[in-house]
């Protein structure tokens, strides 16, 4: 009776949909829902979304895309399973649980991320997510005062992404239809690595065949050679041993993953077997590890072999792009090296195999420039590769202190370049913790490990001047503290808006939000330079080289050096008027910050307007397969682990500061550039550079919201939370830290900070006004330049 009443629901709502939706999807949709009630109970929502609308109404005006603007061929099901997740009170996002989309044939994977749409005055961001972790990553990127992280802190279902990243991922042991073979990317593999591989195994072959109990494997060697030194189109393959097992269970099958020798199969299973299907036993043979000849093959020509594989997959996982070939040299010397020879083949095939054989290689191309996505445990490689050169360069740089082997000025250049990636798995740590934590949380570690990267330089290079009795290092922290400013608000927005511009013709942003961290830049500019200004308003003018061309002293004199003393020299000006007027804003300054955070999270959220659901858009029709629930995910960090490298990251960091202070000295002394230019370049913007690469990626995804408050906030948080702590750093251990600025710092940041008022007027961007940035970026850089040193170096 309730099967009969399910059936009959079910066949009334087809006949439903095939009046007022779309028939062929619905009736899919209800038919699939029809096998499914048979055997448990569903509860069956269907979405708010669906309406009827007048049949004047139904389509778009526009010619190029007709679609129905009722969604009245999606339904939502609910498993029983917690699919809508409650926000706490903190989160001003929602999160919806995943449609069902009926399509003619199939499910399509579904694509995630940011959509941004103008709604009357405002601009709505709805956002999509795989799950509830996820949501909370995307939905911390549209806060203020939160670190803006562009990558995925948890793991993504390999079917769901596109077929250029799932080639990426995969082993190189599948056959597929043949494109072009003669690329650049093989004649340039042939030139690096294939002529050497190929010598390699034709001298180990000659090696093989003297021992005269090594033929087989000389053979081996012979045939391995002529692959290595051209592989592409030519497939390695392996006689399967268990015709039978395969045949049976996969009557159809091409090439499969080769069964485990554990598994049975079921007395039922012959009734799938065809009745043409052969079944063979292949000969016995004599067992791989009782032969002599292996341990020869062991001893002589896998070691030469393994360490030729070993630096040939070194080298081409170090170029990133030709990751291919490093996963050909590792699959060679784990399996293929290893097996007996009689059972590698090396065959040209254009079409899968069948269960006779299974496919252990085979490579189609050896360069492939989409590999600079590609991840490790969610980390980018391009960070993995950079990891061993901060071991490498703490190895060196705390051993060889004598610089006997290697100068002061490679040390700096490697301890600088050792920032970045640490800075990358900073961010990846704070992004972690955040989306898997509450607000309160989120926002104590933004707040703490959000500066660390520059906070640890700072103090270092403050110690060690304050050591050396000079106060260089304090002005090379001041032009490192201003070119952070410069870059954040000029390069990092401008680089953004070009690239991106050069894919959407025009891009557009809440003005109202970001005019929120317009102003809070006005604000945090306004008091770092107030002292500057009060000192240059009631200090004193001080001049130096001074002559006077007339015999008479009372003439005037002509002086090479005149600028207002901003030092603490000026003890009545400075202890009276200027101090306390520093302490006062360095109280203000993180009081403003505070406030801001207030009102953009929880008085006036709202401005934001931002709903995250992973509810693809329902004009492509796009939902994950299968209406599987949100849930939480599997991140590829947990909290515990995200807190460890964070701590081990923040330790590499201070130690990568202060051999980077320790060797700046030399590069100082000596360098005809000036000091400034090199405080605002280099040591400003190394740490930024994930930074830079976040905004442009939110850039090309049509999301230059996001790419313009990477740059805004980390402006903020140097001004607002960098420049008070290391006021109350320098307040318990006097290092000298004096908050007066040169006069190149003050009208350069006050400049910059009009000008990208100027262009964030109007909500759009395009690829002029990211140049007009970046130009005006470049012009200062062309200032500090040319400008001379300054007075304590």
């Given at each position: 009776?309730?099967?009969?009443?399910?059936?009959?629901?079910?066949?009334?709502?087809?006949?439903?949909?095939?009046?007022?939706?779309?028939?062929?999807?619905?009736?899919?949709?209800?038919?699939?829902?029809?096998?499914?009630?048979?055997?448990?109970?569903?509860?069956?929502?269907?979405?708010?979304s669906?309406?009827?609308?007048?049949?004047?109404?139904?389509?778009?005006?526009?010619?190029?895309?007709?679609?129905?603007?009722?969604?009245c061929?999606?339904?939502?099901?609910?498993?029983?399973?917690?699919?809508?997740?409650?926000?706490?009170?903190?989160?001003?996002?929602?999160?919806?649980?995943?449609?069902?989309?009926?399509?003619?044939?199939?499910?399509?994977?579904?694509?995630?991320?940011?959509?941004?749409?103008?709604?009357?005055?405002?601009?709505?961001?709805?956002?999509?997510?795989?799950?509830?972790?996820?949501?909370?990553?995307?939905?911390?990127?549209?806060?203020?005062?939160?670190?803006?992280?562009?990558?995925?802190?948890?793991?993504r279902?390999?079917?769901?992404?596109?077929?250029?990243?799932?080639?990426?991922?995969?082993?190189?042991?599948?056959v597929?239809?043949?494109?072009?073979?003669?690329?650049?990317?093989?004649?340039?593999?042939?030139?690096?690595?294939?002529?050497?591989?190929?010598?390699?195994?034709?001298?180990?072959c000659?090696?093989?065949?003297?021992?005269?109990?090594?033929?087989?494997?000389?053979k081996?060697?012979?045939?391995?050679?002529?692959?290595?030194?051209?592989?592409?189109?030519?497939?390695?393959?392996?006689?399967?041993?268990?015709?039978?097992?395969?045949?049976?269970?996969?009557?159809?099958?091409?090439?499969?993953?080769?069964?485990?020798?554990?598994?049975?199969?079921?007395?039922?299973?012959?009734?799938?077997?065809?009745?043409?299907?052969?079944?063979?036993?292949?000969?016995?043979?004599?067992?791989?590890?009782?032969?002599?000849?292996?341990?020869?093959?062991?001893?002589?020509?896998?070691?030469?072999?393994?360490?030729?594989?070993?630096?040939?997959?070194?080298?081409?996982?170090i170029?990133v792009?030709?990751?291919?070939?490093?996963?050909?040299?590792?699959?060679?010397?784990?399996i293929?090296?290893?097996?007996p020879?009689?059972?590698?083949?090396?065959?040209?095939?254009?079409?899968?195999?069948?269960?006779?054989?299974?496919?252990?290689l085979?490579?189609?191309?050896?360069?492939?420039?989409?590999?600079?996505?590609?991840?490790?445990?969610?980390?980018?490689?391009?960070?993995?590769?950079?990891?061993?050169?901060?071991?490498?360069?703490?190895?060196?740089?705390?051993?060889?202190t004598?610089?006997?082997?290697?100068?002061?000025?490679?040390?700096?250049?490697?301890?600088?370049?050792?920032?970045?990636?640490?800075?990358?798995?900073?961010?990846?740590?704070?992004?972690?913790?955040?989306?898997?934590?509450?607000?309160?949380?989120?926002?104590?570690?933004?707040?703490?490990?959000?500066?660390?990267?520059?906070?640890?330089?700072?103090?270092?290079?403050?110690?060690?001047?304050?050591?050396?009795?000079?106060?260089?290092?304090?002005?090379?922290v001041?032009?490192?503290?201003?070119?952070?400013?410069?870059?954040?608000?000029?390069?990092?927005?401008?680089?953004?808006?070009?690239?991106?511009?050069?894919k959407?013709?025009?891009?557009?942003?809440?003005?109202?939000?970001?005019?929120?961290?317009?102003?809070?830049?006005?604000?945090?500019?306004?008091?770092?330079?107030?002292?500057?200004?009060?000192?240059?308003?009631?200090?004193?003018?001080?001049?130096?080289?001074?002559?006077?061309?007339?015999?008479?002293?009372?003439?005037?004199?002509?002086?090479?050096?005149?600028?207002?003393?901003?030092?603490?020299?000026?003890?009545?000006?400075?202890?009276?008027h200027?101090?306390?007027?520093?302490?006062?804003?360095?109280?203000?300054?993180?009081?403003?910050?505070?406030?801001?955070?207030?009102?953009?999270?929880?008085?006036?959220?709202?401005?934001?307007?931002?709903?995250?659901?992973?509810?693809?858009?329902h004009?492509?029709?796009?939902?994950?397969?299968?209406?599987?629930?949100?849930?939480?995910?599997?991140?590829?960090?947990?909290?515990?682990?995200?807190?460890?490298?964070?701590?081990?990251?923040?330790?590499?960091?201070?130690?990568c500061?202060?051999?980077?202070?320790?060797?700046?000295?030399?590069?100082?002394?000596?360098?005809?550039?000036?000091?400034?230019?090199?405080?605002?370049?280099?040591?400003?913007?190394?740490?930024?550079?994930?930074?830079?690469?976040?905004?442009?990626?939110?850039?090309?995804?049509?999301?230059?919201?996001?790419?313009?408050?990477?740059?805004?906030?980390?402006?903020?948080?140097?001004?607002?939370?960098?420049?008070?702590?290391?006021?109350?750093?320098?307040?318990?251990?006097?290092?000298?830290?004096?908050?007066?600025?040169?006069?190149l710092?003050?009208?350069?940041?006050?400049?910059?900070?009009?000008?990208?008022?100027?262009?964030?007027?109007?909500?759009?961007?395009?690829?002029?006004?990211?140049?007009?940035?970046?130009?005006?970026?470049?012009?200062?850089?062309?200032?500090?330049?040319f400008?001379?040193?300054?007075?304590?170096?």
């Open positions: 009776m309730y099967n009969f009443i399910l059936n009959v629901l079910c066949k009334f709502t087809c006949i439903f949909s095939d009046v007022i939706c779309y028939p062929t999807q619905v009736m899919l949709m209800n038919k699939h829902l029809m096998e499914t009630l048979k055997g448990r109970l569903f509860h069956i929502n269907v979405c708010s669906l309406s009827f609308v007048p049949s004047d109404t139904q389509w778009d005006h526009d010619p190029r895309v007709y679609r129905r603007t009722s969604q061929d999606r339904l939502c099901v609910d498993i029983g399973s917690h699919v809508a997740e409650t926000p706490s009170p903190d989160v001003s996002h929602q999160y919806t649980p995943k449609c069902l989309s009926a399509h003619k044939g199939g499910t399509t994977p579904c694509h995630y991320g940011e959509e941004v749409w103008q709604d009357g005055s405002s601009l709505r961001t709805t956002i999509r997510a795989e799950n509830e972790v996820e949501a909370n990553k995307l939905a911390n990127n549209y806060r203020f005062g939160f670190r803006k992280w562009k990558s995925h802190v948890t793991e279902p390999i079917e769901d992404r596109s077929d250029i990243v799932r080639e990426l991922y995969s082993e190189l042991n599948f597929r239809p043949q494109g072009s073979l003669i690329t650049c990317g093989n004649i340039a593999y042939l030139i690096l690595f294939g002529w050497w591989i190929s010598l390699a195994y034709l001298l180990v000659v090696l093989m065949f003297l021992t005269i109990i090594g033929v087989p494997y000389g081996l060697c012979w045939k391995l050679s002529c692959y290595f030194l051209w592989p592409f189109g030519k497939s390695i393959l392996k006689p399967r041993s268990l015709v039978r097992r395969c045949c049976v269970k996969f009557p159809h099958c091409e090439a499969i993953p080769e069964e485990s020798d554990s598994k049975e199969v079921k007395e039922s299973t012959p009734l799938l077997m065809p009745p043409s299907v052969p079944i063979e036993v292949p000969p016995q043979r004599t067992r791989y590890w009782c032969r002599v000849s292996t341990y020869v093959w062991l001893l002589l020509g896998y070691p030469l072999l393994g360490l030729i594989h070993s630096l040939a997959c070194f080298l081409s996982w170029l792009f030709t990751i291919p070939v490093a996963k050909m040299n590792a699959r060679t010397l784990a293929i090296l290893l097996m020879p009689e059972d590698v083949h090396i065959h040209r095939l254009k079409k899968p195999q069948g269960c006779d054989s299974q496919v252990l085979c490579c189609y191309h050896a360069f492939n420039w989409y590999y600079y996505k590609y991840t490790l445990d969610g980390i980018n490689v391009f960070a993995v590769n950079l990891l061993p050169l901060v071991i490498t360069t703490l190895v060196v740089g705390y051993v060889d004598e610089n006997q082997f290697v100068s002061s000025e490679a040390k700096f250049a490697a301890a600088v370049s050792s920032i970045i990636p640490l800075s990358y798995y900073i961010g990846m740590g704070i992004a972690s913790i955040s989306a898997q934590s509450n607000f309160a949380v989120g926002a104590v570690v933004n707040a703490t490990f959000g500066s660390i990267t520059e906070m640890t330089f700072y103090i270092t290079a403050l110690l060690r001047g304050h050591k050396a009795g000079t106060k260089c290092y304090e002005e090379i001041k032009a490192a503290l201003t070119g952070t400013l410069l870059g954040c608000i000029l390069f990092i927005p401008g680089i953004s808006m070009i690239i991106g511009g050069f959407h013709r025009e891009q557009r942003f809440n003005s109202r939000s970001a005019g929120v961290s317009s102003a809070l830049l006005f604000i945090s500019v306004g008091g770092v330079f107030a002292p500057t200004l009060f000192s240059k308003a009631y200090g004193s003018l001080v001049c130096a080289g001074c002559s006077s061309s007339q015999a008479n002293t009372s003439g005037p004199f002509t002086c090479m050096d005149c600028h207002y003393d901003m030092s603490g020299s000026n003890e009545p000006l400075y202890l009276r200027i101090e306390p007027l520093v302490y006062t804003i360095s109280v203000l300054l993180p009081s403003a910050y505070l406030i801001g955070l207030i009102f953009t999270l929880k008085t006036h959220s709202h401005i934001y307007d931002i709903q995250v659901s992973d509810v693809h858009d004009h492509q029709g796009q939902c994950p397969p299968g209406g599987a629930s949100g849930g939480h995910g599997t991140v590829h960090w947990s909290r515990l682990r995200a807190l460890s490298v964070l701590i081990m990251a923040t330790l590499l960091m201070a130690a500061a202060d051999l980077t202070t320790e060797h700046i000295k030399p590069i100082l002394d000596h360098s005809a550039i000036s000091q400034y230019f090199i405080g605002v370049t280099v040591l400003a913007m190394v740490p930024e550079i994930p930074e830079i690469f976040n905004g442009i990626q939110f850039a090309l995804q049509n999301n230059i919201s996001l790419s313009l408050e990477v740059g805004n906030c980390i402006a903020v948080q140097v001004c607002m939370i960098q420049i008070p702590l290391l006021i109350l750093f320098n307040t318990f251990y006097d290092v000298g830290f004096v908050l007066l600025f040169s006069d710092h003050l009208w350069a940041s006050i400049f910059s900070v009009i000008v990208v008022n100027y262009i964030f007027m109007d909500g759009k961007s395009d690829y002029f006004q990211g140049t007009a940035l970046v130009v005006v970026y470049l012009i200062l850089l062309a200032l500090y330049f400008a001379p040193s300054p007075h304590a170096c």
